[in-house]
């Protein structure tokens, strides 16, 4: 045999020979099982994109570049747009009608890989997990944030709020970033009700497990729009890995004992909190219903009426993993971290941009000012679930603040199936596509909110407008079968902070929204931070008309 030959056939050249082909197979294979997607997605309008890396030069710059480039290169291409991030295909809807159509099936439940960056934090909780995993929890969970169990949080809220207060008077007369207050009160508000411990058992302080969270959500969200930092084979050999195993390691530190300490209050017989509640309020309007005040946030929160004794969040955990069917002890760790973050970081993000939002509105300021005094009428009583009801205008610059600040600014769906869109006959959305809902952008159309849309005024809450607008206008808690479970528990819980903190002190700030450098890193927030100045004062007596 000539050398040429015996080289020919050696065996590392035999392994290439085979290995060109096969590859060559495995990509013509893979093109044409995208040929239906790409086919589809070529009808639908968007960036041009580069050959392998489609859009991925969008992504570049800092976090609030990267927000502010999306929202205005948006306009350019209407409300349904594609973008292609490398192989994968992103579109963004925001059309109400389209928008309904996936949040409101039952079918397109599945979340998109995007949200697998939580796993290692989050696990398959409630937030990620889908099928019938996420059915049978989503069934145990929802009904701990029944309104009779929201009622029997209303002492701790108030004790909470009013030491948040406290808190806020080393700041008053300076410029200082009110989110790093609201951050510890909404991790504390949550461990002392939904995981019913005090907040004093911890070693570890709301601001550092907060702290932590947010850092987190800023390696989470570096690794979505950096697309090269996505293989988990890639990010392990980085810095930011470790950086993110101590991170979480914060984190489940804190969970893992709150599990312990409700753990050994039940082998105790210890039902309910165990935070200290000082003073016990009494609420004339015990039956009322959240209906009542604000519409359109009801579904399987409340489904069955009447006074049956529910169970707060990690009791019910507790005692269903006792009985064993349902649950196993991993499982409750994955869903006290996935309702910590959820719980905390959006009204922390809620809260911060409405203490903004009146710094901005003097004149709005006033007027929730004016409602509170008449409520409390100059005394420094805790908030009852009746003077919640009696909060109309608050509530309503609360609802236009998620309006055009949604704490979740887009929500994502990987669809499993090809969805003809109800906006457009031409544009069917392919399977294997991640759909993202842009709940910031809807939010400010003009179609539903007018030529005013980016104005902030919160009679767009007034019932009649309200009710004149579609279902799927106003999504700041997602909405159908994957809306949020802890929406009412958000509002009840912010009013009350928010009420009490407007009862201490008038906010200011020369800033307008204008001014505001906004990211979307997870739950969107001020890159510029949340800074605002205290002026105390003495709540007035106000006689109602
Ligand atoms: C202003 C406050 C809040 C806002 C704006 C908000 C918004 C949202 C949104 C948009 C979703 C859907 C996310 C998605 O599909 O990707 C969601 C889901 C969820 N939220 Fe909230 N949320 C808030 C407060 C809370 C609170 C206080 C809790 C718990 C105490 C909570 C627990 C959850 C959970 C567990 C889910 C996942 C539900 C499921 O997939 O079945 N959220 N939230």
């Known amino acids: ?16 020979f085979l290995l060109v082909p096969a590859l060559a197979l495995l990509y013509t294979y893979w093109k044409i099982s995208r040929k239906h997607m790409i086919e589809l997605a070529d009808k639908i309008p968007g960036p041009p ?69 939580f796993k290692p934090w989050l696990g398959d909780g409630l937030l990620i997990s889908t099928g019938q995993k996420w059915r049978a929890h ?33 700041e008053v007369g300076k410029e ?43 390696i989470v969200h570096l690794r979505h ?26 984190i489940h530190n804190l969970t893992r004992k709150v599990i312990q300490k409700k753990k050994a209050d039940f082998q105790q017989g210890i039902r309910g909190s165990t935070a200290e509640v000082p003073q016990k309020t009494t609420d004339k309007y015990e039956n009322a219903s959240f209906e009542q005040s604000f519409n359109g946030l009801k579904d399987d929160l409340d489904d069955d009426v009447g006074e049956k004794k529910r169970m707060a969040f990690l009791d ?8 064993g069917v349902v649950i196993n002890d991993e499982e409750i760790k994955e869903q006290v971290d996935t ?65 055009l600040f949604p704490p979740v600014p887009i929500i994502a769906r990987q669809l499993q199936q090809d969805v003809q869109l109800a906006s457009n006959n031409d544009h069917v959305l392919p399977a294997g596509a991640t759909i993202v809902i842009g709940t910031f952008k809807l939010h400010r159309l003009e179609e539903i909110y007018g030529p005013n849309a980016e104005k902030f005024d919160p009679d767009n809450f007034l019932p009649e407008k309200a009710a004149s607008r579609h279902y799927y206008g106003f999504i700041p808690f997602s909405a159908g079968p994957r809306s949020c479970v802890g929406r009412k528990y958000a509002m009840l ?15 200011k700030s020369n800033l307008k929204e204008n001014d505001y450098k906004l990211q979307g890193d997870i739950i969107l927030k001020r890159a510029d931070g949340f800074r605002i100045v205290l002026e105390k004062r003495k709540p007035t007596v106000t006689m109602k008309d």
């Open 1 to 16: 045999m000539s050398p040429l030959l015996l080289y020919l056939l050696s065996p590392t050249n035999i392994f290439y």
């Open 49 to 117: 994109g580069l050959p392998l890396i489609g859009n991925a030069l969008e992504f570049i710059g800092n976090p609030n570049d990267i927000f502010t480039n999306f929202y205005q290169r948006s306009f350019e291409f209407g409300k349904t747009v594609k973008v292609w991030a490398g192989p994968r295909l992103l579109i963004f809807l925001t059309d109400p009608r389209d928008v309904e159509l996936i949040l409101s099936s039952h079918v397109h439940i599945d979340k998109s890989p995007e949200y697998s960056f």
């Open 138 to 170: 989503r069934k145990l969970i929802a009904p701990t944030f029944h309104l009779n169990v929201l009622k029997s949080f209303i002492d701790l809220f108030n004790k909470n709020s009013q030491e948040t207060v406290e808190k806020l008077e080393k």
């Open 176 to 218: 200082f970033d009110c989110h790093d207050y609201m951050s510890e009160a909404t991790v504390e508000i949550l461990l002392e009700t939904a995981m019913g411990v005090s907040k004093k058992t911890q070693d570890q302080s709301g601001y550092d497990y907060a702290m932590a969270v947010m850092k987190l959500c800023d």
């Open 225 to 250: 729009t950096k697309f090269w930092f996505r293989p988990d084979f890639i990010f392990n050999l980085t810095k930011i890995s470790k950086y993110q195993t101590k991170l979480i390691s914060v």
């Open 316 to 323: 019910l955990m507790i005692e269903a993993s006792q009985n």
């Open 339 to 403: 309702i910590m973050f959820e719980g905390h970081d959006t009204t922390a993000a809620g809260s911060s941009f409405f203490l903004c939002q009146m710094a901005a509105h003097p004149e709005i300021q006033d007027k929730v000012i004016q409602e509170v005094d008449e409520i409390f009428q100059g005394s420094n009583r805790p908030a009852t679930f009746a003077d919640t009801l009696e909060m109309k205008y608050l509530e309503r610059c609360l609802l236009e603040t998620l309006r």
């Open 493 to 507: 819980k912010l009013k009350i902070l928010l009420s009490t903190i407007m009862r201490n002190y008038r906010i």
